[in-house]
């Protein structure tokens, strides 16, 4: 069983890391590069737009795939 909590709290300090933690290993590298590249591109303004997005679907992403890994144990 995966604690979602848990997940959604390891993507909100580092984006992909709830997916890593969820056994997703490649979604959540491409989580940490696309949060990597969205804190470069903060330089020309629109990491200011991309950043906040993509910190919040992997939150959301994280606690949503738990849930689901949790509901197909269950039965």
């Known amino acids: 069983m995966k604690n979602a909590g848990v997940a959604a ?15 997703q290993i490649i979604k959540g590298l491409l989580f940490v590069a696309a949060y990597a590249i969205s ?14 997005i993509v910190w919040i679907w992997g939150i959301f992403d ?11 144990r269950s039965y």
């Open 9 to 23: 709290v390891l993507s909100f300090f580092i984006s992909g890391l709830g997916q890593i933690y969820n056994g």
């Open 39 to 52: 804190v470069a591109l903060m330089h020309v303004l629109i990491g200011f737009l991309i950043f906040p």
């Open 62 to 72: 994280a606690y949503r795939t738990a849930e689901r890994i949790n509901a197909r």
